[in-house]
């Protein structure tokens, strides 16, 4: 099995419905990294987290590390077609950050 | 630049020939890292690099495969003999460093390479 699994690998919702997006490591999670893909414009950070229970936002996105240090969740409110891209966690499991694994990604696509 | 600067951006090349991929990371950025995404598929690490030393290769997929760093800054991925296989975007990030607790790491905006 992964070592990191993000869920749902694709998702379509409207403009302005709520959706939120997982991922879950076998493993303890040292940090937790949030990006975004367009085509064309490489890997864009989104946000990052290290301690259990933690939570940042930003603008409309919000990311959260569980108290056991294995799962985040990427919420994103009221979604406008700028957020429709492809969503990556990658984890740091060495405590290190030397050597992110990342999952498969989430395709979001954002419906008028 | 601001960024994490990848060239070429796009790479055709012949099976059999060998390519450089070069990265310029951010300036005062001590990590570098290689990853590679292949179709379909979730990155995957090839290296990383802390100064101009790099302390884990066990990422590169073969021998094929080379890195290296100079002056702390630019770094270059070699593909020597390429497969059709090696086609794929290669994504380079750099961070402020890998051991304390500000270790974002931004990215290039990948170099694509195809094999024919």
């Known amino acids: 099995s992964q070592e990191l699994e993000q869920s749902p690998q694709s998702l379509i919702v409207q403009e302005g419905k709520n959706l939120t997006i997982n991922c879950t490591s076998s493993k303890t999670l040292y940090g937790l990294y949030w990006y975004k893909q367009k085509y064309g414009e490489g890997l864009i950070f989104l946000m990052m987290l290290q301690k259990g229970g933690e939570e940042k936002s930003h603008e409309k996105i919000t990311a959260k590390l569980d108290e056991k240090k294995q799962q985040s969740s990427l919420h994103i409110t009221a979604s406008q077609p700028s957020h429709a891209g492809i969503y990556l966690c990658g984890a740091d499991t060495h405590g290190t950050a030397s050597k992110l694994t990342f999952g498969t990604g989430t395709r979001l696509q954002v419906t008028l | 630049g601001a960024g994490v600067s990848q060239s070429p951006s796009n790479k055709v090349t012949e099976k059999g020939k060998d390519v450089e991929l070069r990265c310029d990371p951010i300036s005062g950025h001590t990590a570098l890292y290689w990853y590679r995404q292949s179709l379909g598929q979730g990155l995957e690490f090839l290296i990383y690099?802390?100064?101009?030393?790099?302390?884990?290769k066990s990422g590169l997929p073969s021998d094929r495969f080379s890195a290296e760093r100079t002056g702390g800054s630019v770094s270059t991925l070699t593909i020597q003999r390429t497969q059709q296989e090696d086609s794929a975007v290669y994504l380079c990030?750099?961070?402020?460093?890998?051991?304390?607790?500000?270790?974002?790491?931004?990215f290039g905006q990948g170099t694509r390479l195809t094999v024919v």
């Open positions: 690099f802390q100064g101009n030393s790099a302390p884990d």
């Open positions: 990030a750099s961070s402020l460093s890998l051991f304390t607790g500000n270790t974002e790491a931004f």
